[in-house]
């Protein structure tokens, strides 16, 4: 079973940067999509940001311009760079992936999450 540690998380004032890194265990790594995700308290897990095997990305809207995700294969690691961050951004963050890059868009179709790291955003 694949293992997700997700970490980077942290209190930033408004404004201010922080990234995440996601350590994926398994060498399945490098043929899976992978994706960033979030949930605030009160609503649902959400796509963040995704990117293929070969490192095609897809953002939500609500980022774009600010959020950059990047993977390394050679360290089984997925990262996501979030500048510019705002209150609304607060959310505990998670990572996930899959072969089929529609799952990563979809997080209602992955299972087996981590434990996902806090950001909170706030003066």
């Known amino acids: 079973q694949v293992q997700l540690v997700e970490s980077g998380g942290g209190l930033v004032q408004p404004g201010g940067s922080l990234r995440l890194s996601c350590v994926v265990s398994g060498s399945i790594f490098k043929i899976h999509a992978m994706g960033w995700y979030r949930q605030a308290p009160g609503k649902q897990r959400g796509l963040v940001a995704g990117i293929t095997s070969s490192g095609s990305t897809n953002y939500a809207d609500s980022v774009k311009g600010r959020f950059t995700i990047s993977r390394d294969n050679a360290k089984n690691t997925v990262y996501l760079q979030m500048n510019s961050l705002k209150p609304e951004d607060t959310a505990v963050y998670y990572c996930?992936?899959?072969?089929?890059?529609?799952?990563?868009?979809?997080?209602?179709?992955?299972?087996?999450w981590g434990q996902g790291t806090q950001v909170t955003v706030s003066a």
């Open positions: 996930n992936g899959d072969r089929d890059y529609v799952n990563v868009l979809l997080p209602r179709r992955l299972s087996h």
